[in-house]
């Protein structure tokens, strides 16, 4: 063994479980960040190559695993005896000390921090793979790319339903058509994901307003919708809310979450119907 090598552990014997460290100044692989790294890979899952979280979960002989491959298995993979009940608290203590790579690090991103911030920064990384903002559309786009891209990739595939003046007026058959509404203004020098779904078994409808760009602060901006009497101008009913931030993994109970969104009421809405079936309504992006 090199001299500047020393073992941290008690044992004089050297066995696959010691950890090694580096003590060495002038030895030219001398890096502040190697053990770190050698811990984290210690943290990927057996089975899914992922970083694993607490509780950190294991077989009998003690590999361990993420909870959810933890779940999907009967016996470990690696030694075919069966799962512990026992967790790994020590393992647990040193990840929470540990600052973790943002796991879009291959796309770019240069962030790192501790296990606890660390997710919340990968729901707004820009590296990370952003969907198409018409994922939901009955066109069910799957792109994805990263989020610099997405306004790029709209224009490109789903011209038709960006607009560019701050308010558009909508005729349409609500019920007979897809049930999730999406349409992207640009405006103000930034884009906005407008969108509405119709919650056929609560008869609820819910309409929200996403800012795309990061730069941009969603809170300095408010959405309008007014419906319109049949086959007038007058406003039957109107509402308005606030634009919020966009982020790249909602799904689709994210994206018209209870907090976020205003509802009404299809019938309420159905109410002012022309006689073919369609709505008339405006949709309005204001600036606060
Ligand atoms: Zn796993
Ligand atoms: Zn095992
Ligand atoms: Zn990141
Ligand atoms: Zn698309």
Request: charged share 25%; net charge negative; hydrophobic share 35%.
């Amino acid at each position: 063994m090199p001299e500047y090598v020393k073992r941290i552990c008690g044992s004089s014997s050297t066995t696959d479980k010691e950890v090694m460290v580096d003590i060495s100044v002038d030895h030219e692989e001398h890096h502040p960040f190697h053990l770190e790294i050698s811990i984290l890979s210690e943290l990927e899952c057996l089975i899914c190559r992922k970083y694993m979280f607490s509780p950190l979960q294991q077989c009998m002989s003690g590999h361990i695993f993420c909870t959810s491959c933890f779940d999907e298995i009967q016996e470990c993979p690696i030694c075919r005896k069966p799962k512990s009940n026992s967790r790994c608290f020590t393992l647990e203590k040193i990840q929470s000390w540990l600052l973790y790579p943002c796991e879009y690090e291959y796309r770019g991103c240069t962030y790192s921090d501790t296990i606890q911030v660390i997710e919340s920064h990968q729901t707004v990384c820009k590296f990370a793979p952003a969907p198409c903002p018409f994922k939901y559309r009955n066109n069910n786009c799957r792109w994805r790319g990263l989020h610099s891209d997405v306004i790029a990739h709209c224009k490109r595939v789903h011209s038709e339903n960006i607009f560019t003046s701050p308010r558009k007026m909508f005729t349409s058959s609500i019920e007979k058509k897809d049930t999730i509404h999406v349409t992207v203004f640009e405006v103000f020098n930034t884009h906005f994901q407008f969108c509405w779904c119709l919650d056929k078994v609560t008869g609820y409808m819910r309409f929200v307003t996403y800012c795309l760009d990061e730069t941009t602060v969603a809170t300095n901006f408010s959405f309008q919708i007014v419906v319109f009497k049949k086959n007038s101008y007058f406003n039957a009913f109107f509402l308005k809310g606030p634009c919020h931030s966009y982020e790249t993994d909602m799904d689709i109970s994210d994206m018209f979450n209870d907090e976020k969104c205003l509802l009404a009421f299809f019938d309420t809405f159905n109410m002012w119907c022309d006689e073919k079936g369609d709505s008339k309504y405006a949709v309005k992006i204001i600036k606060n």
